[in-house]
Structures are given as structure tokens and as C-alpha cells.
């Protein structure tokens, strides 16, 4: 199995950035995509998370109401999108994949490579 991640870079404050996964090498009917980050010197954590259907969606308390989570299960891809971006949403951003996903990283069996996201104040 393998998830490559992409979409990250360097944007101002307040602007926005779509990052996206593909994975490949199985099928992935039910599972469970997600989000997390790891900022600098701090434990990786959790930013969203979406069900196989679509219908239902988890999100961090600090990206609520900026962050939106979708997938395409015809390519296997999920989606961050981003808005509002602040300096601290500055991060190394990892999909991962699972049957029993949630917001514990114990709830993924795959991960990606991760992106770097760097907002600038």
C-alpha cells in the first residue's frame, strides 16, 4: 500500500492550500482517510478524518469551521482543503488510511510520506 501525499508549500496568512493523497496498492472499500500534522518539536496530532460514504467527518477543534475533508473513492484520493491558514497550522501534514480510523493515530494502518505546510505571519 502506498499514500502520496502533495499539495503543501508555502502560503501567507490567511491564504489557502488544497493537499491531496492517492492511494494505491489494495482496495480500500470502508476505510477510513484521514489527516493529521506534526508541527516542529511537537507530537503529531489530529486535523480530520472521513468515512467511506463521505457522510460523516471529524475535525480538530483548531480546524474547524477552516479545513474541509472530501474524497474521491473512484480515485482513491482524499483532500485537505485549507483556508484561513494561520502560523500555527505550520506543519509536516500525513494522510493515513484505516478500517477503524477516528482521531488516534492507532485507528490507521497506512500512512504517507507527508507534506510540509509553512504559513508565513
Known amino acids: 500500500v502506498q499514500l502520496q501525499a502533495s499539495g503543501g508549500g508555502l502560503v501567507q496568512a490567511g491564504g489557502s492550500l488544497r493537499l491531496s493523497c492517492a492511494a494505491s496498492?489494495?482496495?480500500?472499500?470502508?476505510?477510513?482517510m484521514g489527516w493529521f500534522r506534526q508541527a516542529p518539536g511537537k507530537e503529531r496530532e489530529f486535523v480530520a478524518s472521513i468515512s467511506w460514504s463521505g457522510l460523516t467527518a471529524l475535525y480538530a477543534d483548531s480546524v474547524k469551521g477552516r479545513f474541509t475533508i472530501s474524497r474521491d473513492n473512484a480515485k482513491d484520493t482524499v483532500y485537505l482543503q485549507m483556508r484561513s491558514l494561520k502560523p500555527e497550522d505550520t506543519a509536516v501534514y500525513y494522510c493515513a488510511i484505516g478500517n477503524r480510523g477516528g482521531s488516534h493515530a492507532s485507528g490507521y494502518d497506512y500512512w504517507g510520506q507527508g507534506t510540509l505546510v509553512t504559513v508565513s505571519s
Open positions: 496498492g489494495r482496495t480500500f472499500i470502508g476505510t477510513v
